[in-house]
């Protein structure tokens, strides 16, 4: 369990009652299910992308889903902001143990959150 303030969304250790800054009440909560990533333990690729923003993407997404991931790039693309030929190329690595799982989760379609939804009330039916 840990301590969380869901008004400066911040994690604390399970101890602390009250949030150091704002004063709010501390929720007791499940501790993330994901642990940091291992430099004893090997990688493996498991995606490319093009480009810095959609490597983020790829990897925020394995991470929402407890599995560690680290983006290796070369320099030179990142410095001129170059994404073709090969440069630009971003390698998104996993702990070998969860890969299997890595390339399943990234082979399922997103699911994106409800709040995401947008819907149009001029695109309901009335009845």
Known sequence: MISYCAECDQEYPPE???CPVCGRPLEQIEAPHW???DPQKPLVEVATAQGELPA????G?????????VIQH??????YGLIVDGLGKQRIFVPE??????RAILAAPPNPRPEDALVDPADQDPS
């Open 16 to 18: 602390t009652v009250e």
């Open 35 to 37: 642990q940091p990533y």
């Open 56 to 59: 983020i993407l790829i990897k």
């Open 61 to 69: 997404r394995l991470e929402d889903q407890g599995i560690p991931a």
């Open 74 to 79: 070369e320099s030179v693309g990142a410095v």
């Open 97 to 102: 143990e969860l890969s299997e799982t890595a």
